[in-house]
């Protein structure tokens, strides 16, 4: 499966798509980028200026995963809908942890 995650030498990159001045800030679910591979759909209520919408999201990932905030960070894409971020940490504990919170989450944000 290719999703939305890829284990490096220090921890993990994740790809998202973000939705930013969203309604209410929710993850919700997989959706296909334009290579074919799967993003993580993340909705931030933040608007997507200075920062703001990039805080929200590594606020609402680390919340959601309970990860330190200091542990994500926006590594491509800071001022587009399509963005990387990796996880600091054990790639192997990671993957694990992710993908089974993943699955947990499902399609409801």
């Not at 980028?33 to 609402?60: I, R, Y």
Request: net charge positive; aromatic share 2%.
């Amino acid at each position: 499966m290719a999703g939305p995650f890829e284990a490096v030498f220090d921890g993990v990159r994740l790809t998202l798509r973000v939705t930013p001045k969203a309604s209410r800030n929710g993850i919700s679910g997989l959706v296909d980028t334009a290579s074919g591979a799967k993003a993580l759909k993340v909705m931030v209520t933040a608007v997507p200026e200075n920062g703001k919408a990039n805080e929200a999201v590594v606020k609402l990932l680390a919340k959601a995963w309970k990860l330190p905030k200091t542990s994500l960070t926006v590594v491509a894409g800071a001022t587009d809908r399509n963005k990387i971020v990796h996880v600091a940490g054990d790639p192997a504990e990671l993957m694990r942890r992710l993908t089974a919170l993943l699955s947990e989450e499902g399609t409801d944000g």
